[in-house]
């Protein structure tokens, strides 16, 4: 597919839904699984907080510059 079949695929209203709502579910289960991982592997009970939010900080930055990517492209 060429360019501006794929954003105007991406710019429908179901497209830019679509793609938000896997985003945002695709990051939150990488937060619980990285999260999930520290609480097995890292012991020490400061440490393992610093990380986790650390974990969830980077988490929520990339998915605001994935959803601004998106307004982006689509031109909303």
Known sequence: MSYDQITS??????????????????????SLGIET??????HDV??????????KITHAVLLVITLIC???ITGF
């Open 70 to 72: 998106l307004y982006l």
């Open 9 to 30: 695929d991406i710019s429908s209203v179901y497209g830019i839904l679509f793609i938000s709502i896997m985003s945002t579910l695709m990051f939150f289960h990488s």
């Open 37 to 42: 991982i520290l609480q097995d592997y890292v």
């Open 46 to 55: 400061k440490l393992q907080s610093l990380f986790i939010s650390l974990s």
